[in-house]
């Protein structure tokens, strides 16, 4: 199948979804003004996945076509009933009267789509990074037999990941027929057309509900150019979301350029302004002679490590800071980028909510209730779902939810500390429910998370923060100045002062104090680990191992002074916390004063509620989602999650990554206000200021692009071959520059179901291709990675030496042992094997089959005689 017709069948099998569950998106999200269009397909794709998949689980379908089909059929159904009562009479009437709307929410998914298709087929290998893994567990998941999915490099286990987005890129690969390589760039570029749409669709609802809001305020008319308004809103916050990226881009050009640079006498060249920015690669002179577009190897790399920590001692530690641009410019398929429409889903569902009530129709707050209404179960299973796609956007999407469920509970009967109760409740609920409906996920899935650490030295300095997130603050900035400066209540407004003040002094307290525990304790394990009570000795020298990881990833064991650089460093590198106290006093500040404080159970119910409903506006809603921004930017200032790396690196990952989420809707919904509210003079400034950052945030794309995507040469013959050579096949590098391999993998693929064994090569690394290729399980691969998804080594055992005695052995019944233990029934021999291991060939030849043989690369198949042990 050509590439052409791969991309044709692959963004028709998604458009046919996306018809398929807009009835049910309908009535959903009926209270959004878009009632839910732009969501259709992500929800439609989440729909039909989780039917195959919990059907495939329980074993009611198999994982073929035909499953698929059947789940599909399921939805279908599921959206024909959802048309009763004269919901297919009230749907017809509104298509009819918001084509716009709806052309408006395909043009932008088609735009994003075949843009982000072209630029995959100029740079479409599957190679580096983690692209080899993700391609195994997509192959693996086609080649599972049942659910739940085999891990591809560790035979005889089933994947321990978050792997519901990967089911939806196999189903969606099965159904249209295009092969992996073509199917894994095919998922990148719909899921950037996908996101792109959402966006879209919650900027747009957000300036629509923004527009009837003033509309009603002033008593005029709400008319079709305010639909327009919220249409062309829409493409900017795509926009925001997906191709904004942070300054990083900027500097690499300045830097190129040579700018700040001081050349001295003795010729050496040094810089204050580079030297105190600080960014790794950017603080050494650069490369001469000097240009504007940079030309150092890697160099769009940087971007996603703006940030690094210094332990106590100096040393450097790396911080991953991706941003959806730079995800998707790297092209991983990863879950945090898997996630990206379904965690806009999840904040249309919170959106849909609140808006309801502003038309007063509130939610009902008795959880049992929930429980009757087919609403929450579907709510239930989006949110459920954020832990299948990206288990650590899960209690923040719940988070959102209930946030927005308690406000709207206080906007109705004003504010009491049962409302604390009330959120965990909520909370607990949600969480509860979410859990049951993905159990066997995760019954099967292990964590390397391992509670909570202090962020002691670890501070994200002020410049760092800037660079990261100022396109989207500046004008999130500017905006909440603004709606502070037209309150009518700025008294009241004025409490986020002493609320941020006193949040962020316990945050910083608590880290400190939780530090001081864990250095105490270390010292009470020395003690105890003296003991004659070998229980003592026992719990002293985990104490003592525990507190040694912590104060060695500082660089010291020293926890005094530990301590006190982590309180010289936030005094004097002030500047992220600074911001975010300025944000969160004026977030909370607005949030506040729309809040009543008292319990106004007295007043008439239906009056009262009347009353709240029209002082609920979109203003509230972008608050809360900045809000969450802050929360999620700020916690890793105080605190991380405890992983294998044993560093804050993971926690800042996911965590900005969510900001810029959040902080892209906010920032796009800001711009629109600002531009129409704005007069005269400060219109004008305004205008200029956002022009200004709006073009230096897209720097990044635009450089990172021309360097990606191999378009910066010179030699003109050189970039034709290269165009002409294009394609959406991840894989056609492997005939071109290994062929042999390529046709071993084409014979094992065909081959029947069987544990193979290769070389074990580490993690990133290109060992692996054939189980990755066929989908086929191999002993052991990427070790490093085994022990992240599995929070350990227990299940890898000695795997990694006893498949290097099986190639190294010359004693056969040595292999044998090994082939029984792990029930092999092929083994490679290629290059990776030659240089991986010092191979005994002649016992494989002895007694082993060979299968299949070209030049460099020969596939023993293991005789059932073996496995008996009649051999």
Same mark, same amino acid.
């Given at each position: 199948m050509s590439d052409f017709l791969s991309a044709l069948f692959w963004y028709?099998?998604?458009?046919?979804?996306?018809?398929?569950?807009?009835?049910?998106?309908?009535?959903?999200?009926s209270r959004l003004p878009g009632k839910g269009y732009a969501f259709s397909k992500p929800l439609g794709l989440l729909l039909w996945g989780y039917v195959f998949w919990i059907f495939a689980e329980l074993g009611v379908i198999q994982n073929n076509?035909?499953?698929?089909?059947?789940?599909?059929?399921?939805?279908?159904?599921?959206?024909?009933?959802?048309?009763?009562?004269?919901?297919?009479?009230?749907l017809w009437k509104w298509v009819k009267g918001n084509w716009k709307t709806i052309l408006g929410v395909e043009l932008v998914f088609l735009l994003f789509f075949v843009i982000w298709a072209w630029v995959r087929s100029t740079n479409p290998e599957i190679v580096g990074t983690e692209k080899p893994m993700e391609q195994a567990f997509i192959n693996a998941i086609l080649n599972s037999?049942?659910?739940?999915?085999?891990?591809?490099?560790?035979?005889?286990?089933?994947?321990?990941?978050?792997?519901?987005?990967?089911?939806?890129?196999?189903?969606?690969?099965?159904?249209?027929?295009?092969?992996?390589?073509?199917?894994?760039?095919?998922?990148?570029?719909?899921?950037?057309? =996908?996101?792109?749409?959402?966006?879209f669709g919650i900027v747009a609802d957000l300036i629509v509900f923004w527009a009837r809001g003033k509309a009603e305020t002033s008593g005029e008319e709400f008319t079709e150019g305010q639909k327009s308004l919220g249409r062309w809103s829409g493409l900017l916050g795509s926009?925001?979301?997906?191709?904004?990226?942070?300054?990083?881009?900027?500097?690499?050009? =300045?830097?190129?350029?040579? =700018?700040?640079?001081?050349?001295?006498?003795?010729?050496?060249?040094?810089?204050?302004?580079?030297?105190?920015?600080?960014?790794?690669?950017?603080?050494?002179?650069?490369?001469?002679?000097?240009?504007?577009?940079?030309?150092?190897?890697?160099?769009?790399?940087?971007?996603?490590?703006?940030?690094?920590?210094?332990?106590?001692?100096?040393?450097?530690?790396?911080?991953?800071?991706?941003?959806?641009?730079?995800?998707?410019?790297?092209?991983?398929?990863?879950?945090?980028?898997?996630?990206?429409?379904?965690?806009?889903?999840?904040?249309?569902?919170?959106?849909?909510?609140?808006?309801?009530?502003?038309?007063n129709h509130w939610p009902t707050w008795k959880p049992l209730g929930w429980l009757r209404t087919w609403e929450f179960w579907q709510t239930a299973l989006v949110l459920g779902s954020m832990a299948f796609f990206n288990t650590w956007d899960f209690p923040i999407y719940v988070g959102l939810y209930c946030l927005v469920l308690i406000y709207l509970r206080v906007k109705q009967s004003g504010w009491r500390a049962k409302r604390l109760w009330e959120f965990i409740k909520f909370g607990l609920t949600f969480g509860v429910t979410g859990v049951l409906l993905f159990l066997p996920f995760f019954l099967g899935f292990k964590s390397q998370a391992g509670g909570l650490l202090p962020s002691l030295d670890f501070i994200t300095r002020g410049a760092h923060f800037w660079v990261?997130?100022?396109? =989207?603050?500046?004008?999130?900035?500017?905006?909440?100045?603004?709606?502070?400066?037209n309150t009518e209540n700025k008294g009241k407004s004025l409490?986020?002062?002493?609320?941020?003040?006193?949040?962020?002094?316990?945050?910083?307290?608590?880290?400190?104090?939780?530090?001081?525990?864990?250095?105490?304790?270390?010292?009470?394990?020395?003690?105890?680990?003296?003991?004659?009570?070998?229980?003592?000795?026992?719990?002293?020298?985990?104490?003592?191992?525990?507190?040694?990881?912590?104060?060695?990833?500082?660089?010291?064991s020293d926890g005094t002074a530990i301590l006190l650089s982590s309180l010289t460093r936030r005094i004097s590198s002030p500047g992220t916390w600074v911001t975010l106290t300025i944000m969160l006093s004026l977030t909370w500040g607005l949030i506040a004063s729309g809040v009543n404080h008292k319990d106004d159970a007295f007043e008439e119910e239906s009056l009262r509620d009347q009353e709240a409903a029209k002082s609920l506006n979109a203003n509230g809603f972008v608050l809360f989602i900045v809000l969450i921004g802050i929360a999620l930017s700020g916690f890793p200032?105080?605190?991380?999650?405890?992983?294998?790396?044993?560093?804050?690196?993971?926690?800042?990952?996911?965590?900005?990554?969510?900001?810029?989420?959040?902080?892209?809707?906010?920032?796009?919904f800001a711009s629109v206000v600002l531009w129409r509210e704005l007069r005269k003079w400060k219109h004008t400034l305004f205008s200029l200021l956002w022009i200004l950052v709006f073009v230096s945030a897209l720097v990044y794309p635009v450089v990172m692009l021309n360097y990606k995507m191999d378009l910066h040469f010179e030699n003109k013959e050189i970039a034709r071959a290269e165009i002409s050579s294009w394609t959406l096949d991840g894989n056609a590098y492997m005939k071109l520059y290994y062929a042999d391999e390529a046709e071993a993998v084409v014979w094992l693929d065909s081959a029947p179901d069987g544990i193979i064994a290769e070389a074990i090569g580490g993690s990133y690394s290109e060992f692996g291709r054939m189980s990755e290729l066929t989908g086929k399980q191999t002993v052991l691969m990427w070790p490093g990675h085994e022990m992240q998804w599995r929070g350990g080594t227990a299940e890898m055992g000695s795997r990694e030496s006893d498949i290097a005695n099986l190639y190294e052995s010359a004693y056969w019944f040595k292999?044998?042992?090994?082939?029984?233990?792990?029930?092999?029934?092929?083994?490679?021999?290629?290059?990776?094997?030659?240089?991986?291991?010092?191979?005994?060939?002649?016992k494989f030849d002895n007694h082993l089959i060979v299968v299949f043989q070209n030049k460099t690369v020969t596939i023993y198949e293991v005789p059932a005689s073996v496995m008996n042990g009649d051999d």
């Amino acid at each position: 199948m050509s590439d052409f017709l791969s991309a044709l069948f692959w963004y028709l099998a998604i458009m046919l979804i996306g018809v398929i569950s807009f009835p049910i998106a309908f009535r959903f999200l009926s209270r959004l003004p878009g009632k839910g269009y732009a969501f259709s397909k992500p929800l439609g794709l989440l729909l039909w996945g989780y039917v195959f998949w919990i059907f495939a689980e329980l074993g009611v379908i198999q994982n073929n076509i035909g499953g698929e089909l059947l789940a599909l059929l399921i939805v279908l159904s599921a959206s024909g009933l959802s048309l009763r009562n004269g919901k297919a009479a009230e749907l017809w009437k509104w298509v009819k009267g918001n084509w716009k709307t709806i052309l408006g929410v395909e043009l932008v998914f088609l735009l994003f789509f075949v843009i982000w298709a072209w630029v995959r087929s100029t740079n479409p290998e599957i190679v580096g990074t983690e692209k080899p893994m993700e391609q195994a567990f997509i192959n693996a998941i086609l080649n599972s037999p049942t659910f739940p999915p085999r891990d591809p490099w560790l035979s005889g286990y089933a994947i321990s990941y978050y792997y519901f987005g990967y089911v939806l890129i196999a189903m969606l690969i099965r159904v249209t027929g295009v092969v992996t390589g073509v199917g894994y760039n095919l998922t990148s570029a719909s899921w950037f057309g =996908l996101t792109a749409a959402a966006a879209f669709g919650i900027v747009a609802d957000l300036i629509v509900f923004w527009a009837r809001g003033k509309a009603e305020t002033s008593g005029e008319e709400f008319t079709e150019g305010q639909k327009s308004l919220g249409r062309w809103s829409g493409l900017l916050g795509s926009l925001f979301i997906l191709l904004i990226s942070n300054l990083e881009g900027l500097m690499e050009v =300045l830097h190129a350029k040579g =700018l700040f640079w001081k050349v001295n006498a003795d010729g050496t060249m040094t810089s204050r302004f580079w030297s105190w920015l600080d960014i790794v690669e950017l603080n050494q002179v650069p490369i001469q002679p000097f240009q504007w577009i940079p030309t150092r190897y890697l160099v769009w790399w940087r971007g996603s490590r703006v940030l690094h920590d210094l332990n106590t001692m100096g040393g450097s530690i790396e911080i991953i800071d991706e941003f959806p641009f730079f995800s998707y410019l790297l092209s991983d398929l990863h879950p945090h980028v898997l996630a990206m429409p379904f965690d806009l889903l999840a904040m249309a569902i919170c959106l849909n909510l609140f808006i309801g009530a502003s038309e007063n129709h509130w939610p009902t707050w008795k959880p049992l209730g929930w429980l009757r209404t087919w609403e929450f179960w579907q709510t239930a299973l989006v949110l459920g779902s954020m832990a299948f796609f990206n288990t650590w956007d899960f209690p923040i999407y719940v988070g959102l939810y209930c946030l927005v469920l308690i406000y709207l509970r206080v906007k109705q009967s004003g504010w009491r500390a049962k409302r604390l109760w009330e959120f965990i409740k909520f909370g607990l609920t949600f969480g509860v429910t979410g859990v049951l409906l993905f159990l066997p996920f995760f019954l099967g899935f292990k964590s390397q998370a391992g509670g909570l650490l202090p962020s002691l030295d670890f501070i994200t300095r002020g410049a760092h923060f800037w660079v990261m997130f100022a396109p =989207l603050m500046i004008p999130i900035f500017l905006w909440l100045f603004h709606t502070w400066r037209n309150t009518e209540n700025k008294g009241k407004s004025l409490r986020g002062w002493s609320f941020a003040i006193i949040l962020i002094g316990s945050l910083w307290l608590i880290s400190s104090l939780f530090g001081a525990f864990i250095f105490a304790a270390g010292n009470l394990g020395g003690s105890l680990a003296a003991s004659a009570n070998m229980r003592l000795v026992a719990l002293g020298n985990k104490l003592t191992f525990a507190a040694g990881l912590f104060s060695g990833v500082h660089g010291t064991s020293d926890g005094t002074a530990i301590l006190l650089s982590s309180l010289t460093r936030r005094i004097s590198s002030p500047g992220t916390w600074v911001t975010l106290t300025i944000m969160l006093s004026l977030t909370w500040g607005l949030i506040a004063s729309g809040v009543n404080h008292k319990d106004d159970a007295f007043e008439e119910e239906s009056l009262r509620d009347q009353e709240a409903a029209k002082s609920l506006n979109a203003n509230g809603f972008v608050l809360f989602i900045v809000l969450i921004g802050i929360a999620l930017s700020g916690f890793p200032e105080f605190f991380y999650l405890r992983d294998d790396f044993g560093t804050r690196m993971n926690t800042i990952f996911k965590f900005y990554f969510q900001t810029w989420m959040f902080w892209g809707i906010a920032a796009a919904f800001a711009s629109v206000v600002l531009w129409r509210e704005l007069r005269k003079w400060k219109h004008t400034l305004f205008s200029l200021l956002w022009i200004l950052v709006f073009v230096s945030a897209l720097v990044y794309p635009v450089v990172m692009l021309n360097y990606k995507m191999d378009l910066h040469f010179e030699n003109k013959e050189i970039a034709r071959a290269e165009i002409s050579s294009w394609t959406l096949d991840g894989n056609a590098y492997m005939k071109l520059y290994y062929a042999d391999e390529a046709e071993a993998v084409v014979w094992l693929d065909s081959a029947p179901d069987g544990i193979i064994a290769e070389a074990i090569g580490g993690s990133y690394s290109e060992f692996g291709r054939m189980s990755e290729l066929t989908g086929k399980q191999t002993v052991l691969m990427w070790p490093g990675h085994e022990m992240q998804w599995r929070g350990g080594t227990a299940e890898m055992g000695s795997r990694e030496s006893d498949i290097a005695n099986l190639y190294e052995s010359a004693y056969w019944f040595k292999a044998e042992d090994i082939i029984r233990q792990y029930n092999i029934r092929y083994i490679i021999l290629g290059n990776f094997e030659r240089d991986a291991y010092h191979v005994n060939k002649v016992k494989f030849d002895n007694h082993l089959i060979v299968v299949f043989q070209n030049k460099t690369v020969t596939i023993y198949e293991v005789p059932a005689s073996v496995m008996n042990g009649d051999d």
